[in-house]
């Protein structure tokens, strides 16, 4: 069985400092990894992913996300946050073949001026 | 538009209705998945299509949910006898690549059941 937890319901920070959304991970096989963030109102859309190769990846927005098996974890990061990236963050994973993907119940960023 | 699409995008129903959901996918995307999310949680994988072949249904609740894409492009997922515990937003996503590859979901904007 595959599983994700996002340990936070909620981030607060600061605009212009770093932000950091936590996510953990269990898969059989190799992971595919995953971030999505859902705005009020609007569909969940993708950020990033990690398939293979560099462990950090880099997407959307300015955010990017560290893959670090010994840990299973895939934290999503942004140097400097923005009032804007105020939403929700959803972190999912897959097995490598596996069609079927699981979502963490989602961290709430709120980034104030 | 170039983006998933769901129709109704709410829909009120008795207890003890049928309902049907629609979603149109993203043209010429091979897969497509369909999700239930409730509220203060993450999406919770249902069922999903390569072309019109329906790979998994794991996640169907109960008997009474059936789902359906029969010429590997539109799909609709059925809900036969109500139950409030179905009230949810019900997500559809769909991925160019074949279900189980490295391609990332694109969503619509789901369909918002409420069973009174």
């Known amino acids: 069985a595959q599983s994700v937890a996002q340990p936070e319901d909620q981030v607060n920070v600061a605009e212009g400092n770093p932000l950091t959304v936590k996510c953990t991970y269990s898969v059989s096989g190799n992971p595919y990894l995953f971030w999505y963030v859902q705005y009020p109102n609007r569909g969940l859309q993708f950020l990033l992913k990690y398939i293979t190769g560099d462990n950090l990846v880099k997407g959307s927005y300015g955010f990017e996300a560290e893959f670090n098996k010994s840990q299973t974890s895939f934290h999503l990061k942004k140097p400097s946050a923005l009032v804007s990236d105020s939403a929700l963050y959803f972190c999912a994973v897959r097995g490598s073949n596996a069609g079927k993907s699981t979502f963490g119940d989602g961290t709430t960023l709120t980034v104030k001026p | 538009g170039a983006g998933v699409s769901q129709s109704p995008r709410y829909k009120v129903a008795k207890r003890g209705q049928d309902v049907a959901l629609r979603c149109d996918p993203i043209s010429g995307h091979v897969s497509l998945f369909w999700y239930q999310q409730a509220l203060g949680q993450g999406p919770e994988f249902l069922t999903y299509?390569?072309?019109?072949?329906?790979?998994?249904k794991s996640g169907l609740p109960s008997d009474r949910f059936f789902a359906e894409r029969p010429e590997g492009s539109v799909s609709t997922l059925k809900i036969q006898r109500t139950q409030q515990e179905d009230s949810a937003v019900y997500l559809c996503?769909?991925?160019?690549?074949?279900?189980?590859?490295?391609?990332?979901?694109?969503f619509g904007p789901g369909t918002r059941l409420t069973v009174l």
């Open positions: 299509f390569q072309n019109e072949a329906q790979l998994d």
């Open positions: 996503a769909s991925s160019r690549g074949l279900a189980g590859g490295r391609a990332e979901q694109f």
